[in-house]
T-cell receptor, first 114, second 113 residues
Framework: QQQVKQSPQSLIVQKGGISIINCAYE??????FPWYQQFPGKGPALLIAIRPDVSEKKEGRFTISFNKSAKQFSLHIMDSQPGDSATYFC?????????????FGKGTHLIIQP | DAGITQSPRHKVTETGTPVTLRCHQT?????MYWYRQDPGHGLRLIHYSYGVKDTDKGEVSDGYSVSRSKTEDFLLTLESATSSQTSVYFC????????????FGSGTRLTVV
């Protein structure tokens, strides 16, 4: 079963535009929702994360919006730059019991055109 | 970096041979994980460990075994490699002080021919 659904699979945005990637989760026990950024040949790196007690978190040009009732969250990249071109993964996890790790979406390949 | 290294970085092996991948950490974190990454599937959990000799299965554990005889090393073994196990394998450690942060290694690209 796929507990985290991510869309779109690929996205092309013009430089300076806003990139938006969406995720929906099924497991209501999840209490941590990170976004990872991955460049070719590298491991995923934590970009930004949110817990369900807040509806929005912003770090620089990156913002997570979280809708607990809809079980959805999204990543917004403002003023997108060519250096943002990468694959982005959303994920969910829960701390209770805690050993199970992250459940990932299938990823979004983002291309920022100059 | 959180001090996590994977070896080898690349490996080509033949179908039916055993293969062991190593994940090494330098910071004494309790939780360690093995994921595989495949196009269209994202990252899927193979096995994880919550302490020395304490391991459990993840979503895609068939054909894989793991061992953790000391805190710093988590080994992933493909008992008899198959072409379907051609993938990029990532090790991760839970590094956050509140148990929320995860750090990934650089990956091992395994090709089974």
């Amino acid at each position: 079963q796929q507990q985290v659904k991510q869309s779109p699979q690929s996205l092309i945005v013009q430089k300076g535009g806003i990139s938006i990637i969406n995720c929906a989760y099924e497991n209501t026990a999840f209490d941590y929702f990170p976004w990872y950024q991955q460049f070719p040949g590298k491991g995923p790196a934590l970009l930004i994360a949110i817990r369900p007690d807040v509806s929005e978190k912003k770090e620089g040009r990156f913002t997570i919006s979280f809708n607990k009732s809809a079980k959805q969250f999204s990543l917004h990249i403002m003023d997108s730059q060519p250096g943002d071109s990468a694959t982005y993964f959303c994920a969910g996890s829960y701390s209770g019991g805690g050993a199970d790790g992250l459940t990932f979406g299938k990823g979004t390949h983002l291309i920022i055109q100059p | 970096d959180a001090g996590i290294t994977q070896s080898p970085r690349h490996k080509v092996t033949e179908t039916g041979t055993p293969v062991t991948l190593r994940c090494h950490q330098t910071e004494n974190h309790r939780y360690m994980y093995w994921y595989r990454q495949d196009p269209g599937h994202g990252l899927r959990l193979i096995h994880y460990s919550y302490g020395v000799k304490d391991t459990d299965k993840g979503e895609v554990s068939d054909g894989y075994s793991v061992s953790r005889s000391k805190t710093e090393d988590f080994l992933l073994t493909l008992e008899s490699a198959t072409s379907s196990q051609t993938s990029v394998y990532f090790c991760a450690i839970r590094t956050g002080t509140d148990n929320y942060g995860y750090t990934f290694g650089s990956g091992t690209r395994l090709t089974v021919v």
